[in-house]
């Protein structure tokens, strides 16, 4: 059965970091498109980043480039999403997402998610 975990969510302030993990069950091979995803109360689910695990060729929406960055441990079939510069408008759930070949329109595999607050 296909997991994916995330974890470090948690409530920091205006302009601080965390760094979110996102621990897979399958290897790298078998989720070539991996996604992050954020949903905040009352809004829609917003594309954060995308990261192909074969090249490391990776995407960030506008609103988090140049403060967010994806990277992986192969060895421990782990993404991370680590966050600087963290705004109050960074306030979400985020979710780590992955399809086996190719990035599909609508991710086949979603973690649970993990919360993030920034206060200001």
């Known amino acids: 059965q296909v997991q994916l975990v995330e974890s470090g969510g948690g409530s920091v302030q205006a302009g601080g970091s965390l760094r979110l993990s996102c621990v897979a069950s399958?290897?790298?091979?078998?989720?070539?498109?991996m996604r992050w995803f954020r949903q905040a109360p009352g809004k829609e689910r917003e594309w954060v980043a995308t990261f192909y695990t074969v090249n490391y060729i990776t995407y960030y929406a506008d609103s988090v480039k140049g403060r967010f960055a994806v990277s992986q441990d192969r060895a421990k079939n782990t993404m991370y999403l680590q966050m600087n510069t963290l705004k109050p408008e960074d306030s979400a759930m985020y979710y780590c997402?992955?399809?086996?070949?190719?990035?599909?329109?609508?991710?086949?595999?979603w973690g649970q998610g993990t919360q993030v607050t920034v206060s200001s």
């Open positions: 997402a992955a399809d086996r070949v190719r990035c599909l329109v609508s991710p086949t595999y």
């Open positions: 399958m290897d790298t091979y078998d989720r070539a498109c």
